[in-house]
Structure formats: structure tokens, C-alpha cells
């Protein structure tokens, strides 16, 4: 292959991303226009070890990403222990609360176990640096952005099968020898 053809072929960020085409959207939380009611039952439905948490459905911009345990373990305790909380209850992420009615239950505030930081590349990073960066940094996830908005997430297994795919070897060997 010339360079012209490597280059055409090299795989990129987007091409290993999920969701692709045919898969369900990727499942977000949205920082303040969810109940508790509506984030279990996105727990429920779902087997996701995290979940990017968004500005709002409509923007897709990126404001953090969730731990799947650690939204059990707070919803859990909050319902058992945070007075008045309710199924209807706001789950915010935000950092002030936004207005509600005064007669609106308790809002459940996760803003705590948010990681406000997580590790994002555009679309059309070549998976090459993509697989760098998970080695070095020692990644599990990574999310993907395009012109502000998430479009995908990559996880550590995603890159070993398509390791794995492309050198047809045993992943595990691969990532890490
Ligand atoms: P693993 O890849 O280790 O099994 P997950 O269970 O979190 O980790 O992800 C399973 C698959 O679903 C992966 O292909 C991943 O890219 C994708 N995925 C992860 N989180 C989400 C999400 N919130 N919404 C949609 N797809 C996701």
C-alpha cells in the first residue's frame, strides 16, 4: 500500500465508536431534566458500566460521565435515606439548583460522583493514537465528540475486539505485551 491508501484506510475513532449505525443511541442522562424514577428504569434497562451525562437531550453537549455503581448507590440511599424523596424527585448533576415549585418533591444531587473531566477525542482521531492514549493513561472508557456534541463512547473492550479483529490474535495479548 502507497501512503495515499494508508491513509484512506486507517481507522478512526468513529469506526470503533458505538453506537454505529444500527446499534440503539447511546444512552445518556441529561444534568437536570430527569427524575429518579426515569434514571432507574435507565438502569434497569440497560447494562452500561457509565453513562455521559448531557446538558440536554436537544444539545448533546458533554458535561460529564457517571459510574453505573455509583448512580445505584446514591439513588439507593437517597430513597432510603433523603427525606422525602420520590419517585417524581429531579435528579440534578448541576452545580446550582435550577428554579422548581415550592411544592416540587426534594431533588436528589449527584453532582458528587460526576466526573467532570472524562477523557474525550473527535471523530476522527486515528484509533492508532486512540489506543496509545488508553495504554498510557490506563483508560476504561473514552467519549467521542464532534463540533461540541457527544456522538460515542469507546471502551476498553471495543478496542480489544478491534484489536483483535484487525491482528485476528487473542486481544488480551495484545493491549497488554
Ligand atoms: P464493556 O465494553 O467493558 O462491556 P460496557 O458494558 O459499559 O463495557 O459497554 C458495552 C458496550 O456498550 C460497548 O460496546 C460500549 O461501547 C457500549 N456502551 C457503553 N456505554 C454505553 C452507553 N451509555 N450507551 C450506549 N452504549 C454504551
Do not use: W
Not at 118 to 142: N, S, W, Y
Amino acid at each position: 500500500l502507497g501512503a495515499k491508501e494508508e491513509i484512506r484506510h486507517k481507522t478512526l475513532a468513529t469506526d470503533v465508536m458505538r453506537p454505529q449505525r444500527s446499534d440503539p443511541p447511546l444512552s445518556v442522562l441529561t444534568q437536570s431534566r430527569m427524575t429518579v424514577e426515569e434514571v432507574e428504569r435507565l438502569i434497569a434497562d440497560t447494562t452500561y458500566s457509565g453513562f455521559p451525562v448531557v446538558i440536554s437531550q436537544q444539545s448533546q453537549r458533554l458535561v460529564g460521565f457517571v459510574l453505573r455503581r455509583d448512580l445505584v448507590i446514591s439513588l439507593e440511599n437517597a430513597r432510603r435515606y433523603q427525606e422525602g424523596v420520590v419517585s417524581v424527585s429531579a435528579v440534578l448533576f448541576t452545580e446550582c439548583d435550577p428554579p422548581a415549585s415550592p411544592s416540587a418533591p426534594p431533588a436528589v444531587k449527584l453532582r458528587s460522583i460526576l466526573d467532570l473531566s472524562p477523557f474525550t477525542v473527535t471523530a476522527h482521531t486515528p484509533m492508532e493514537i486512540v489506543v496509545d492514549i488508553f495504554r498510557k493513561l490506563g483508560l476504561r472508557q473514552c467519549l467521542v465528540i464532534q463540533n461540541g456534541r457527544l456522538l460515542g463512547i469507546i471502551t476498553k473492550k471495543d478496542i480489544l475486539k478491534h484489536m483483535a479483529q484487525m491482528a485476528n490474535r487473542d486481544p488480551e495479548s495484545i493491549l497488554f505485551n
